[in-house]
């Protein structure tokens, strides 16, 4: 009896460890211990399939008003400091008019530095977006990998805009965004804009 009551216990000890793992795993921690760098499954990605995630969570963001996987995109460290960030998320699903059609890069570039093993690999990217209703700009900016700083990795910063304020903004040669800062851009007029860009510059000059 004393054997059956000693398998027993350590039987529910047992359960009740896989029990702890399985909350662990499931409740969207990464970090099992305190000072584990952020998980990145881009870090030996492509360009390419970076671009497609990230075009694929627009078009989910928008279609679905789902923005949990473009939220997901995002790094540790814009996460921390992009303000009213769901809001902002939501706001950028309801953007667009008309049913989503198809998307085509556009243009955009990238840098990849590789000194004795540590590397930093960032992307930015343009799309043209196309709806029944019309065309829309999309511009982001993604750190592929910064062996220098980990929370950095993932998307900095997002754009999107019309072609007609695009081209307005072209034509006056008026400011453009600074997607090296972190946010969510969308943008009714040209004085949105103007003054998002004038924040952006000023933080920018803060952190030199």
């Keep these: 009896m004393k054997t059956q009551r000693k398998h027993l216990a ?7 460890i896989i029990i702890s793992l399985s909350i662990l795993f499931t409740s969207g921690c990464f970090h099992l211990f305190s000072n584990r760098e952020p998980v990145n499954k881009y870090r030996y990605s492509t360009e390419y399939t970076v671009e497609q995630d990230v075009m694929e969570a627009v078009v989910q963001a928008i279609e679905e008003k789902d923005t949990e996987t473009l939220k997901s995109l995002f ?15 939501e706001d950028f699903s309801q953007y667009v008019d008309g049913e989503i059609e198809s998307f085509e890069k556009n243009g955009g570039g990238s840098d990849r530095l590789s000194d004795y093993g540590y590397v930093v690999h960032d992307l930015s990217a343009n799309f043209d977006l196309y ?6 700009i999309v511009g982001f900016r ?7 700083d980990r929370s950095v990795e993932g998307l900095t910063s997002i754009l999107i805009i019309t072609e007609e304020l695009y081209d307005e903004s072209l034509e006056l040669e008026g400011p453009t965004c600074d997607l090296s800062v972190p946010d969510i851009y969308y943008f009714y007029d040209l004085e949105e804009q103007k003054q998002a860009a004038e924040s952006a510059s000023d933080e920018t000059t803060e952190n030199k």
């Design 10 to 16: 350590f039987g529910r000890r047992i359960g009740m």
């Design 75 to 89: 790094s540790e460290k814009s996460c921390s400091e992009i303000q009213d960030m769901d809001q902002k998320l």
């Design 131 to 136: 709806t029944s209703s019309g065309k829309y």
């Design 142 to 148: 993604f750190f592929i990998r910064n062996d220098g």
